[in-house]
T-cell receptor, first 115, second 110 residues
Framework: DTGVSQDPRHKITKRGQNVTFRCDPI?????LYWYRQTLGQGPEFLTY????????KSRLLSDRFSAERPKGSFSTLEIQRTEQGDSAMYLC?????????????FGPGTRLTVL | QKEVEQDPGPLSVPEGAIVSLNCTYS??????FMWYRQYSRKGPELLMY????GNKEDGRFTAQVDKSSKYISLFIRDSQPSDSATYLC??????????FGTGTQLKVEL
């Protein structure tokens, strides 16, 4: 399967702990996006990368959230000092700029539960 | 008021019906329009993609964009129980972040 993959699929943690999620985009895609989705809502944009450059990070929800894409391939999203309000589905998407406009392909998501 | 409005449903139809799903938006700069299907606890799956105004057809699915009215639609013909899911509209002004509607929950009943 050559789609977007995310790991882990589910994460349960206690309030105050740090968590890190990984996203592997479609191999030839140069853009990678992170979104958050809460119950009954559409995905909400957090940040994105083009290759290894993070081009937008002002929409990360707080300074507890950070993302990296060190070699322009996979990306990680870290949440420090988790809070119960961080419980949500975290989605990663990738696209190929310059080929087909703005088609973004999503992974299966990581469901975070903060106790 | 949200930039993208979408009726959350739920919408229940009999098998074989034509389904009409709609979104309205307020940002006149939006020019890329997408429809995603999302099954429970799964990631969104891209169904249709349209640039600017017009219609696009793919099998049982037709997407329409009316930029003058700031209104987009997705039609599903001959609906099947497997079409039961949440349908999300998404749009953007530039190649970049998407703005989503809240999603419409569809149930196709036998």
């Amino acid at each position: 399967d050559t789609g977007v993959s995310q790991d882990p699929r589910h994460k349960i943690t206690k309030r105050g702990q740090n968590v890190t999620f990984r996203c592997d985009p479609i191999s030839e895609h140069n853009r990678l996006y992170w979104y958050r989705q809460t119950l009954g809502q559409g995905p909400e944009f957090l940040t994105y990368f083009q290759n290894e450059a993070q081009l937008e990070k002002s929409r990360l929800l707080s300074d507890r959230f950070s993302a990296e894409r060190p070699k322009g391939s996979f990306s990680t999203l870290e949440i420090q000092r988790t809070e119960q309000g961080d419980s949500a589905m975290y989605l990663c998407a990738s696209s190929l700029v310059g080929l087909a406009g703005n088609e973004q392909f999503f992974g299966p998501g990581t469901r975070l539960t903060v106790l | 008021q949200k930039e993208v409005e979408q009726d959350p449903g739920p919408l229940s139809v009999p098998e074989g019906a034509i389904v009409s799903l709609n979104c309205t938006y307020s940002n006149s700069a939006f020019q890329y329009f997408m429809w995603y299907r999302q099954y429970s606890r799964k990631g969104p799956e891209l169904l249709m993609y349209t640039y600017s105004s017009g219609n696009k057809e793919d099998g049982r699915f037709t997407a329409q964009v009316d930029k003058s009215s700031k209104y987009i639609s997705l039609f599903i013909r001959d609906s099947q129980p497997s079409d039961s899911a949440t349908y999300l509209c998404a749009m953007s002004a530039l190649i970049g972040e998407l703005t989503f509607g809240t999603g419409t929950q569809l149930k196709v009943e036998l």
